[in-house]
């Protein structure tokens, strides 16, 4: 048998040599005399093999092919057969197919281990001269090691290796309740030395449970060794084929869905390849990185990099993988995954988790969508499932939900009609169209629906505008039925009239009978018009409802278009009062302090910091305010702040202070807390008349599920007072949360104003003291942090009685444990430091540029200036030396800070990059708040601030 199949192998490989000896020369040697660069890319498996197929992709979306440029690619095919005869018969091929033809290659791109030791052991196929083989660029290299590349000399890659530790921790992460591991290892080479590595990386994971290695067992005895696993347990693969101790060979298909069919318990594995047969994930190798990796080395190596400046890129570009069937099977969430997973094979509930997920960390556009009075919705149009809808589609539709609904179980549609519509929406062919739905309460509606396709993370869903019809269909059937009737009328009257000159003295009795038919109908026509004229009411009302949306629409923009007008001006402002910090400061230096111009400077120094702390209100507002939050005891920065509110508040006023003990920490930017207090202890003092009391206090406060009344989404804002009482805790999340409480014994407010206080420029008090910005501010930060505010206020008088007053509730949620945040630093004089290395200084605006060098040059550093991205671009490719810091501001035109970096790093990986602006404008921050990794200094800076963070960008921890 095994003779039979070795003959079948070599004659399909003689037929495919015939073939290629038949082609036309002439088509050959036209490459040959063409001056151009020719590529090689030399895959070790069969074509149409998913890992070969994911790296031949990323090679090619990443390789610059130019006109000029030619691509070969070869199969080696080893994967199915890698026997002498077979590999001696491919070097006939190719020898015949190139080297006799004189076409050679200036660089060859090899994939995994067994086209390289072909290329090794055959590099005369592919000499451009003796002893001369073109530049190899190699990826998906098992754990590389020199010394298997005796007899090659020109060559680099990307190494490949199994990411042991990092996979092995994330399972114990996503399955705390396993009780058992298991390790599933095949007989191969490969999959032997995989195990090597993986125990001795284990030593590195704190395993809090022993392994079972199941290793060189035929696939039965495996299934049966399995059945003891359950699916709280782990299973870790340990190859993408697994080979058994008798010579077979199983693909990772049949291995994947072999080891299902035994075990619930999640598989962990280390190819990406292996997720859309059932495995969870883990951080897998990635075939389009290696790719990638490869042909971006390929590119430098073309522009005249030489390979031996090149190394090899010795850690493997894995990433977090995971299949979304298997996160939803094991009941794992997205947040639980680490940051930048790529989800694969998304299910319907995944598309309405990644809907939830960008609507609710979304701008004003999804807040019109929630609120509109008008039905909406957006369904996947594979599915034909309901992602996501807005309350008045709820409301109207009469369902608990529609979320998760399926569109047959609304329409009267067949779901295969239902299907072959939403594909004729989403291909763009039909937009508006009509149908009956069926609402909860067994109501069949008429309903006109107009629909538009949208992108969301690379996958296609309708948004669906819905209008019910039926009245109007009704309406028009009422129009019909009345125009009928005063036809039929007069058809009577004609008929009868006839009748009567026909037959006068015989049908008399009968003419008296018709016309009291007519009258009837007469009546009928009344009502119908009485009908008609009431649709028409209706039809008025609707349409000034629809002018009042309008209006209210026209004034949410212009809070947003004033937004904006705030963040920009704030942000030019800050670039103003950076210029005159920076000079201040630097004269300072210069000036003795004995002088009295160093008195003026140090006025001025004061003066420009206080006017930054300005800027952070209109930021606040604009919601482009960055945040640098820090792990506080509320307690401490309460008690700091006593003394500035006693001054603030004045003497007529007693400031009381009940702090909680054992208060939990939060997470939050201190100079928020001081803008809270500060605004909400003015508005008491300014609802206090004479003389009075403002109490503060804190609390820790945990909200169980039964406390909290079920909503779709939760409430921000809570408003209270005797004559609405609300349930208690009413719009709360389950959850710890710390609070923070002002109370006053001022006048108190009535509903009316209650229910405007967080709007923007509403004030109740005269234009001299107040802009109506102080509430807004507070809700802007309480919403940055996760909070939410309830609002209590009596006015005075209320109910025949004397106390009023008004108490706001901010409740923060509670810190959890975290490693990587920062712990609010004790206020500590430090040196300023200095350095040595060179700065790629990046910065539009000219004054706060030249400042800016002049400072950087202060501190003994190497300073290259660039007015723009574009120019910060060629000094860094004409320079010669190394460049330590891109310095650069985030928002310029054409192309901002973050795109800039990004670009730059490409270029110089070492490089480390220090961001700075006004506000990040949503580039580099996250809803305001800077992600942990990133190196952030807000304008304006003193020149011990800048000191300091520079030498933190470069990695330096000074003490």
């Not at 440029?69 to 080893?78: K, N």
């Not at 011990?944 to 990695?955: F, T």
Request: glycine share 6%.
């Amino acid at each position: 048998m095994v003779i039979v199949e070795r003959s079948i192998s070599i004659l399909y490989t003689l037929a495919i040599m015939m073939a290629i000896l038949l082609f036309p020369l002439g088509a050959i040697n036209s490459y040959s005399q063409t001056k151009s660069v020719k590529i090689l890319i030399f895959h070790s498996y069969h074509q149409g093999y998913e890992w070969n197929e994911s790296i031949h992709k990323g090679i090619m979306e990443n390789l610059n092919n130019t006109d000029n440029t030619i691509i070969y690619t070869e199969h080696l095919d080893a994967q199915r057969n890698s026997s002498k005869e077979y590999l001696d018969l491919m070097e006939a091929l190719y020898k015949n197919k190139y080297k006799s033809k004189q076409i050679f290659f200036d660089l060859i791109i090899v994939s995994d281990d067994n086209a390289l030791q072909f290329l090794k052991a055959k590099k005369d196929i592919f000499e451009i001269e003796a002893d001369t083989t073109p530049p190899i660029v190699f990826c998906g290299i098992n754990n590389f090691d020199p010394k298997n590349f005796e007899g090659l000399t020109n060559y680099t890659g990307v190494n490949e290796q199994i990411s042991v530790k990092e996979t092995l921790e994330l399972a114990f992460k996503l399955r705390p309740n396993a009780k058992k591991v298991a390790v599933v290892v095949g007989s191969s080479i490969t999959e032997q030395r995989n195990l090597k590595i993986f125990q001795e990386t284990i030593l590195e994971v704190q395993s809090r449970l022993p392994l079972n290695y199941l290793n060189k067992l035929e696939l039965d005895e495996l299934k049966n060794r399995l059945k003891d696993y359950d699916i709280d347990d782990i299973l870790i693969v340990l190859g993408p084929l697994l080979s058994t101790p008798s010579g077979k060979t199983y693909s990772v298909k049949e291995t994947i869905e072999s080891i299902k069919s035994s075990s619930e318990a999640a598989i962990f594995g280390f190819w990406d390849f292996m997720l859309p047969f059932g495995a969870l994930g883990g951080k897998v190798n990635h075939g389009y990185s290696q790719g990638q990796w490869a042909s971006r080395i390929a590119t430098r190596i073309l522009n005249g990099t030489p390979v031996s400046e090149i190394p090899v890129q010795m850690i493997s570009p894995n990433k977090f993988v995971f299949n979304d069937a298997a996160l939803e099977k094991y009941n794992i969430s997205y947040n639980m995954l680490p940051p930048k997973s790529i989800i694969m094979n998304k299910t319907a509930k995944g598309l309405i988790k990644e809907w939830d997920a960008i609507a609710q960390n979304s701008f004003f556009g999804y807040e019109m969508f929630e609120k509109h009075g008008t039905m909406m919705w957006l369904s996947d149009p594979k599915t034909g499932i309901i992602i996501d809808a807005n309350q008045a589609a709820i409301d109207y539709y009469g369902y608990p939900t529609l979320t998760g609904m399926k569109l047959s179980d609304i329409n009267l549609l067949s779901p295969d009609d239902t299907f072959k519509l939403m594909q004729r929406a989403k291909n763009g062919e039909l937009n508006n169209f009509q149908l009956k739905h069926r609402l909860a309460n067994g109501r069949i509606i008429n309903v006109e629906i107009h629909t538009y396709p949208i992108k969301v993370s690379g996958n296609t869903i309708l948004f669906a505008i819905i209008n019910d019809i039926t009245s109007k269909l009704e309406a028009e059937a009422a129009v019909k039925n009345r125009d009928s009737l005063v036809r039929a009328r007069e058809a009577a009257i004609f008929f009868i009239l006839l009748i009567a000159f026909l037959f006068q003295s015989a049908l008399i009795f009968y003419l008296y009978q018709n016309i009291k038919k007519l009258k009837s109908a007469e009546e009928r026509i009344k009502r119908s018009n009485d009908e008609l004229r009431q649709l028409i009411k209706e039809r008025e009302i609707a349409e000034e409802e629809r002018e009042k949306l309008q209006g209210q629409l026209i004034q949410s923009q212009k809070m947003e278009s004033i937004g904006r007008l705030a963040g920009g001006v704030a942000h030019d402002f800050n670039n103003m009062l950076g210029v005159i910090l920076g000079h201040s400061e630097l004269a300072l230096y210069e000036v003795n302090t004995n002088n009295r111009l160093h008195q003026s400077l140090e006025e001025i120094r004061k003066a420009a910091k206080r006017s930054a702390d300005l800027t952070r209100q209109l930021l606040a507002f604009a919601r482009k305010q960055t945040a640098a939050p820090k792990v506080l005891d509320l307690n401490h920065t309460v008690d700091s702040m006593l003394k500035m509110l006693n001054r603030l508040i004045g003497e007529n006023i007693e400031l009381i202070w009940l702090p909680c003990e054992n208060l939990w920490r939060v997470l939050i930017d201190p100079s928020q807390i001081d803008q809270i207090l500060a605004n909400l202890c003015v508005n008491a003092k300014d609802a206090i008349a004479g003389s009075g009391k403002v109490i503060i206090e804190t609390q820790n406060i945990t909200f169980e599920s039964s406390d909290c009344v079920e909503q779709l989404k939760h409430t921000d804002i809570i408003i209270t007072s005797n004559h609405e009482m609300r349930k208690d805790h009413e719009g709360c999340i389950p959850g710890d949360f710390v609070v923070l409480t002002v109370s006053d014994n001022g006048c108190g407010m009535d509903k009316e104003t209650l229910d405007r206080i967080f709007e923007p420029f509403f004030t109740t008090k005269d234009i001299s003291k107040g802009t109506g910005l102080g509430l807004a501010t507070v809700y802007g930060i309480v919403k940055q942090n996760s909070g939410f505010i309830n609002v209590y206020s009596e006015p005075n008088g209320k109910n025949g009685g004397s106390s009023s007053g008004t108490t706001f509730n901010i409740y923060l949620p509670r810190y959890i444990e975290d490693s990587g945040a920062k712990i609010a630093p004790k206020d500590e004089a430090k040196p300023i430091l200095h350095g040595y290395e060179t700065i790629l200084l990046v910065e539009d605006e000219p004054s706060l540029l030249e400042m800016t060098a002049i400072m950087l040059k202060k501190l003994n550093y190497t300073v290259l200036a660039a007015g723009s991205s574009q120019r910060a671009i060629e000094i860094a490719r004409d320079y010669d030396g190394k460049i330590n810091l891109l310095m650069t501001d985030v928002v310029m035109p054409k192309m901002n800070g973050r795109e800039l970096a990004i670009k730059l790093t490409s270029l110089y990986p070492d490089m480390r990059c220090l961001f700075m602006s006004g506000y990040t404008a949503d580039v580099i921050a996250h809803h305001g708040v800077l992600d942990k990794s990133v190196h952030f200094i807000q304008k304006p800076f003193a020149l011990k601030d800048i000191a300091l963070k520079i030498r933190e960008s470069l990695g330096h921890k000074e003490s």
